[in-house]
């Protein structure tokens, strides 16, 4: 970084006072630095002070290098400034950058480069982060019993021999290994990809290394591992729990054997933990008192409402007094109207699994709601009656089925459908999706990570961290949510050593300048110079003329051979 500094410090010094300079920095972002308006409004004597200022306060990151990014803004800048001394003039675009083969230039292909302009590379070479094998992370693998195996990427020299490379888990809270060291052998292709097995009793914040020899970027990764949730279940009525004519049964047969999330029993002590409750029958005062604090904490109630007294339950448990219940008297009703789009039926969207032309329903209630009520419906009848209703009450969720659930009201319990919906209400409850965890740094958008939020690194917990710029593990906390783990990682692309040749420029366009520094630790020969556009036309004009030689000489033939030919075949007699 200090030899890249005195690079641009050098430049400075050698600018006249007449030439207009901009400063842009660059990794996976790109900020302008100085523009060429402020570059004029400065004195001539205070603008080198000025640049090595800016430049004091700026330090390398572990981000990407989005090279192509940072030209098209200095071209822009280069536009400006020609437009601010009125008219185009010669323009010369200096990069300092170590030019390694992960450098991102695939956009320089569709630049617009202004006239007069030539592009110049000055490449800080170093040795210090030199990768002899690198670690890219691919992901958890399947989870089939024994705990997800974590997948990475070795990458080492092509060519080289083979060697074994030893892999490590540590326990990122404080940094002791976790397991035996398993032993791989890096073929000389220079790629190998490994499944390292992570026992389910692995801590959910780990570090995976290269043996002892992790010393440099690329050969560390930090990942968090995801632990199956549990969310606590209860079915308030139907105590029957082998009666075939119950929804009991269902329920408990459908969620038997769940991993994540797993159901456990209700704790009223921990009224805080996911938890996802079924009313089936009629509760009392006290009942409703106590469903209702569980579910302003946080807690999913599922009503299925057979009756006027339940559907009473349910209007209470939701703030609302004033809903009007009354029994159907018409044949049985199908779904009429559904929204796909809310959670509840969001993964029946897709066309293949969308038809609930099956679903009867023969003794559903008729529900209407008050104008002003905070409740949603989701899904209709047939009539165009509610069918499924969900009310936000506190941090918890109400949902009211305007129906019972046994094999006598509806094949609901028995269809395909039943199992996933109830699963997906479950996951809901629990927190969601899982969201993604581990990600490159310059990439946490891909987090989701709220906008709000307390961010503290797990190895030291008692200190906030003002910005997420160093790879490691760190806790996210929100208001209403739960406490997250989140893992950032050098991007892969960081930790390739070549360097870029002059040919992967001249491929994307770039007007590269006659004084272009070598790329390249060894000195570029005049041979190894890329030939000009002029040498390079007047030798596609010779292979013309060639060409057309031989196009020449093959008709010469053909009209010889045809003539001797036609003098070889006897004449024909009138005989």
């Known amino acids: 970084w200090s030899d890249a500094v005195a ?13 207009v300079f901009s400063l842009v920095a660059f990794d996976s972002r790109t900020e302008i630095l100085l523009s060429g308006e402020q570059w004029q409004s400065a004195l001539p004597a205070e603008r080198a002070s000025i640049v090595s200022a800016l430049l004091s306060d700026q330090s390398p990151s572990w981000s990407a290098t989005h090279l192509d990014n940072a030209i098209a803004t200095a071209l822009e800048s280069v536009r400006e400034i020609n437009e601010s001394i009125g008219g185009s003039s010669s323009n010369e675009l200096i990069v300092v950058s170590d030019l390694t083969t992960g450098t991102r230039v695939a956009g320089l ?25 690198s670690l890219q992370w691919l992901g958890w693998g399947a989870d089939l019993g024994a705990g997800a195996p974590a997948r990475v990427r070795l990458s080492g020299p092509v060519g080289a021999p083979p060697r074994t490379v030893s892999l490590q888990l540590i326990n990122a809270r404080d940094n002791t290994p976790w397991g035996s060291a398993v032993e791989t052998v890096l073929p000389s292709s220079g790629t190998q990809l490994v499944s390292l097995p992570v026992g389910q009793e692995a801590p959910d914040a780990l570090r995976i290394t290269l043996g002892d020899e992790a010393k440099q970027i690329g050969q560390s990764l930090f990942v968090v591992r995801h632990l199956n949730r549990q969310i606590q279940f209860k079915i308030w009525g ?7 004519s119950n929804p009991r049964f269902y329920l408990q047969n459908a969620v038997t054997g769940w991993r994540d999330p797993a159901t456990i029993a209700d704790d009223p002590t921990q009224p805080e933990a996911p938890a996802l409750h079924v009313v089936t029958n009629p509760l009392g005062p006290a009942e409703i008192t106590q469903l ?37 008297s018409e044949p049985p009703l199908l779904f009429g109207e559904i929204d796909f789009s809310h959670p509840l039926f969001a993964s029946f969207a897709d066309p293949r699994f969308s038809d609930f032309t099956r679903i009867r329903f023969t003794s559903p209630l008729s529900l209407t709601l008050p104008a002003d009520t905070a409740t949603v419906v989701v899904a209709r009848f047939d009539n165009g009656q509610p ?18 659930w046994s094999p006598r009201e509806t094949p609901w319990v028995l269809s395909t459908k039943f199992v996933p919906w109830l699963q997906a209400v479950a996951e809901r409850a629990a ?41 490691g593990i760190y806790q996210v ?41 070598a ?41 010889v051979a045809l003539r001797l030919n036609r003098a070889s075949r006897p004449a024909l007699s009138n005989s």
């Open 7 to 19: 690079r641009v410090e050098s430049i400075v010094a050698e600018l006249k006072p007449s030439d």
């Open 109 to 133: 292909a569709g630049l617009d480069w202004p006239a007069h302009t030539q592009v110049k590379f000055d490449s800080v070479t170093t040795t210090s982060n030199t990768i002899p094998v």
């Open 238 to 244: 139907d105590a029957n729990a082998s009666d075939l």
């Open 292 to 328: 209702q604090s569980r579910l302003t904490a946080g807690a999913f109630v599922l009503v299925l409402a057979n009756s006027p007294a339940l559907a009473t339950t349910a209007a209470t448990l939701a703030g609302e007094t004033d809903w009007l219940v009354a029994t159907s």
């Open 387 to 404: 069918a499924v209703l969900e009310t936000t009450v506190g941090r918890g969720r109400l949902i009211t089925w305007a129906s019972g």
């Open 431 to 471: 927190g969601g999706a899982v969201p993604l965890a581990v990600t490159d740094l310059g990439e946490l958008t891909r987090l989701n990570l709220p906008t709000v939020a307390g961010i503290t690194a797990i190895t030291n917990p008692d200190t906030a961290v003002a910005e997420l710029n160093t790879p």
């Open 477 to 517: 906390t929100a208001p209403d949510t739960r406490p997250r783990l989140i893992a950032l990682n050098v991007p892969a692309s960081e930790t390739y050593s070549e360097v870029l040749s002059w040919d992967s420029f001249e491929d994307l366009g770039v007007p590269l300048g006659t004084t272009l520094a």
């Open 519 to 559: 790329t390249s630790p060894t000195e570029v020969t005049a041979t190894e110079l890329p030939e000009s556009a002029l040498v390079s036309e007047s030798r596609q004009r010779a292979w013309r003329w060639f060409i057309l030689l031989a196009i020449g000489l093959l008709i010469i033939e053909g009209l």
